[in-house]
């Protein structure tokens, strides 16, 4: 027995809108123990609407739909499932009533099309919606299959999900054991270095082992249906140590660990504070020490020296090294280091400069060099050459500023 996600929306095939109820609900599946294997996202058209009803029904013993519950005429879903199962649609005085009091509250009338909201097929349970006027529906159409339709805005989704589906699932047997994972996730080594490295865990069966990468990062998770979160990690913990120690520095943490909360919580141990000082990243690297909440314990600011006077004057960076080197060198990424180290007074001073692009490249320096400076507690300052290729704009500066925070990290943890 399996679950299908079915999303309905033409908004979703064309990309106006981004599916965040898929990732949602796939999790949620995840922590009842509920096997899903296929997601679908369809358009609003009642052909196909039901090519993938007939298609999933065959396959899954659940079927999730999100979207097409509202009141205008490309609001399809209930109708088109009603039709498929060949049940005739009746409307629930209940839903009318609490659809009139919804419209009240906010100071005026129920349209007529909103009725087209409280029809349900005759054997159906309303799945309600506390805050929208479009409720779902809970179906047996017929044994081994069980239908909930939901609303497509998410907020009124995931509600409905926690109040009234989640329960009526556990009721039934489901949710007494649980997928539980754990994400390792690490930096300064690529998908296939680290997949060398730990290819003899990808036959485990349980725990199981899978690699992610994302941009700049490589993740593995680490997985186990188990009775109890205490079971599952006991299952786990025995994996992820050993992958730990494998992948040495390279490991940064876990879950929802990123890198600035990582290095904010190497900082604040140690007591010691950072400045940033960016000209490439235009205080990307400082907005990412920021979005950690009490950063301000450790993170005291940063200069944005976009401009080689603003360098000079603020940084002390010096006029012949930019004259003869230009902006984007080794020696104008310490000098920044320095510079915000000793403008602000801090124990440790990171500096970025480089050709971001998409213009400005050459021969010698093309899109894509960054250089990255780091002075630390003794003034000693070291930089690094990093050549992230011609890509976007938006990707060198996030590169570029991922990269600077776990220089500071390593140093952190070696120190």
């Known amino acids: 027995m399996s679950a299908e996600i079915i999303c309905v929306g033409t908004e979703l095939l064309l990309g106006d809108i981004v599916n965040t109820n898929v990732q949602f609900l796939a999790k949620e599946l995840a922590i009842l123990g509920i096997p899903h294997y296929y997601q679908t996202v369809v358009g609003d058209n009642p052909t196909r609407l039901k090519e993938v009803i007939n298609i999933a029904s065959q396959r899954a013993s659940i079927l999730l739909f999100t979207g097409g519950l509202g009141p205008t ?14 049940t005739p649609l009746i409307e629930k005085p209940e839903i009318v009533e609490d659809i009139q009091a919804k419209f009240q509250l906010r100071g005026s009338l129920m349209s007529d099309n909103n009725r087209k909201q409280a029809l349900i097929p005759e054997t159906a349970d ?12 809970i179906w047996q159409p017929k044994t081994n299959l069980t239908i909930m339709t939901f609303p497509g805005v998410p907020s009124e989704m995931r509600r409905m999900w926690i109040e009234t589906a989640v329960p009526h699932l556990k009721s039934q047997g489901w949710g007494k054991e649980i997928i539980f994972s754990r994400m390792l996730r690490f930096r300064g080594i690529g998908e296939s270095a680290l997949a060398t490295k730990v290819n003899h865990l990808f036959d485990l069966t349980n725990p199981t082992v899978a690699p992610y990468a994302s941009m700049g990062e490589v993740r593995l998770r680490i997985s ?16 992820a140590q050993e992958i730990i120690k494998i992948a040495g520095d390279d490991y940064f943490g876990q879950d929802d660990d990123t890198l600035p909360k990582t290095v904010g919580e190497l900082l604040r141990k140690r007591g010691e504070s950072v400045g940033v000082a960016e000209s490439c990243t235009g205080g990307g690297l400082g907005a990412m020490l920021t979005d950690i909440a009490g950063s301000s314990e450790y993170f005291w600011g940063g200069v944005i020296a976009y401009d080689n006077r603003v360098k000079m004057s603020l940084l002390e960076v010096s006029g012949e090294v930019l004259e003869e080197r230009g902006a984007v060198c080794d020696i104008v990424a310490q000098q920044m280091a320095l510079g915000i180290k000793k403008r602000l007074g801090v124990d440790w001073g990171i500096g970025i400069t480089g050709i971001a692009g998409p213009g400005g490249g050459t021969d010698l320096k093309p899109v894509g060099l960054v250089y990255i400076g780091i002075a630390g507690p003794s003034d000693k300052v070291e930089s690094i050459e990093c050549t992230f290729g011609d890509r976007s704009r938006d990707i060198i500066r996030y590169l570029s500023s991922c990269t600077a925070l776990d220089k500071l990290r390593r140093k952190l943890i070696l120190v």
């Open 126 to 137: 309303i799945l309600p919606n506390p805050t929208g006027t479009a409720p779902g529906m």
């Open 224 to 239: 186990t249906k188990t009775t109890s979160e205490t079971e599952a990690n006991a299952i786990i913990e025995p994996v």
């Open 73 to 86: 005429p490309d609001d399809l879903t209930t109708e088109t499932i009603a039709q498929h199962f060949n």
